[in-house]
């Protein structure tokens, strides 16, 4: 089955502690997303990468991180400088294209409580 | 920049009723358009896309949308509502002249269907 996992579904950490969130996609896409999810908010861009060791940040970059050293894997630190870290974190995928935004594919979301 | 606006928060309608969700853009080219479902504590599924061509799209599960420029809308249309619709809705719009950068999502519509 082709898709997206992330993991784990829920996530608690104490108040503190940096945390990564795995993104796994197995759909052959070169570009890949992590968004912060809040009631109400809608879905806020966390950062973004187009292609292996290279990414972008997105509206609320600020005290998150990101690697891309595999294709197929985008995980995202929170870090202890994000002052509200308790949210629903989202992945996407999305194939190459050059001149155009194509579909983007959701993963099912990790939960994270920070207590 | 692109910009989304959702200006429902929040809809309830009776099973069988017919559903239209309102979904305005801000966009200088030609946009892509998207409509994605979101059931709680999931991820996003895709509903239907605009790239070009006919302006009334067909999408999944009975819904349709239909693309009217000199509106700058994208709005969603269900002729009749299941319960199992009962879920938030985004839109979402892309660049026509880019490749890769991120969609703009609109804040979401809450649906509720009553008996």
């Known amino acids: 089955d082709g898709g997206i996992t992330q993991s784990p579904k829920y996530l608690f950490r104490k108040e503190g502690q940096n945390v990564t969130l795995s993104c796994e996609q197995n759909l052959n896409h070169d570009a890949m997303y992590w968004y912060r999810q809040d009631p109400g908010q809608g879905l806020r861009l966390i950062y973004y990468s187009q292609i292996v060791n290279d990414f972008q940040k997105g509206d609320i970059a600020e005290g998150y991180s990101v690697s891309r050293e595999k294709k197929e894997s985008f995980p995202l630190t929170v870090t202890s400088a994000q002052k509200n870290p308790t949210a629903f974190y989202l992945c996407a995928s999305s194939p190459l294209t050059l001149f155009w935004t194509d579909t983007q594919y959701f993963g099912p979301g990790t939960r994270l409580t920070v207590l | 920049a692109q910009s989304v606006t959702q200006p429902d928060i929040h809809i309830t309608v009776s099973e069988g009723a017919s559903l239209e969700l309102r979904c305005n853009y801000s966009y200088g080219a030609t946009p892509y358009l998207f409509w994605y479902v979101q059931s709680p504590g999931q991820g996003l599924q895709l509903l239907l896309k605009?790239?070009?061509?006919?302006?009334l799209v067909q999408g999944i599960k009975g819904f349709e949308a239909e693309f009217k420029r000199s509106q700058s809308s994208f709005n969603l249309r269900k002729p009749s509502v299941h319960w199992s619709d009962a879920a938030e809705y985004f839109c979402?719009?892309?660049?026509?002249?880019?490749?890769?950068?991120?969609?703009?999502f609109g804040k979401g519509t809450r649906l509720s269907v009553i008996a």
């Open positions: 979402a719009v892309g660049e026509g002249n880019s490749g890769n950068t991120p969609l703009v």
């Open positions: 605009y790239f070009s061509g006919d302006t």
